[in-house]
T-cell receptor
Framework: EAQVTQNPRYLITVTGKKLTVTCSQN?????MSWYRQDPGLGLRQIYY???????DKGDVPEGYKVSRKEKRNFPLILESPSPNQTSLYFC???????????????FGPGTRLTVL | RKEVEQDPGPFNVPEGATVAFNCTYS??????FFWYRQDCRKEPKLLMS???SGNEDGRFTAQLNRASQYISLLIRDSKLSDSATYLC????????????FGPGTRLSVLP
């Protein structure tokens, strides 16, 4: 089954304790993104990746890191989480089907993170 | 001003009604446009892309007005299963992957 998976789905942690949220897709997609969703603000893009070893900042990258060492994986790293990073996080992937800017994004199920 | 704005909602409509969603975007360089649907606590899913000529998919019609930087979605003969939050999405065009989501408009279709 074609899918985007995220782990963990739920996480409660404390300020300053480094954590990684994993994202994996089995569709051989080139593009992957991370978003956070907060009430009243909608989804905001944190980072995106065009392909292996190619990443760029989205609109809210502060406090986050990403890496793309393999095509299928795009982990999100919080080196020193803070309470304002409490949010619902989504990973997404898409592929270039000749109309690059009209790619459909496939989203993972989300990771609900609470930082105390 | 937010980059992508939508009707604040929520919209509560009876089954069979026609409902229209509006969206405006501020970046005139935006390249592509979409409507996504998000059910409560679930991941967003693509409803339809929005092309300059307008496009229709069954009960759903999307329109784009680049001059006014305005996007619309019309749902005809609404069903209970249409209840969800509708997200307007704009691709700002940096390598084709810099997406901006509107805050969403919630729709409840009532029996």
């Amino acid at each position: 089954e074609a899918q985007v998976t995220q782990n963990p789905r739920y996480l409660i942690t404390v300020t300053g304790k480094k954590l990684t949220v994993t994202c994996s897709q089995n569709m051989n997609h080139e593009y992957m993104s991370w978003y956070r969703q907060d009430p009243g603000l909608g989804l905001r893009q944190i980072y995106y990746s065009m392909n292996v070893e190619v990443t760029d900042k989205g609109d809210v990258p502060e406090g986050y890191k990403v890496s793309r060492k393999e095509k299928r994986n795009f982990p999100l790293i919080l080196e020193s989480p803070s309470p304002n990073q409490t949010s619902l996080y989504f990973c997404a992937s898409s592929t270039d089907r000749g109309r690059r800017t009209y790619n459909e994004q496939f989203f993972g199920p989300g990771t609900r993170l609470t930082v105390l | 001003r937010k980059e992508v704005e939508q009707d604040p909602g929520p919209f509560n409509v009876p089954e069979g009604a026609t409902v229209a969603f509006n969206c405006t975007y501020s970046n005139s360089a935006s390249q592509s446009f979409f409507w996504y649907r998000q059910d409560c606590r679930k991941e967003p899913k693509l409803l339809m892309s929005v092309y300059s000529s307008g496009n229709e998919d069954g009960r759903f019609t999307a329109q784009l007005n680049r001059a006014s930087q305005y996007i619309s979605l019309l749902i005809r003969d609404s069903k209970l299963s249409d209840s969800a939050t509708y997200l307007c999405v704009v691709n700002k065009g940096n390598y084709g992957q810099n997406f901006v989501f509107g805050p969403g408009t919630r729709l409840s279709v009532l029996p």
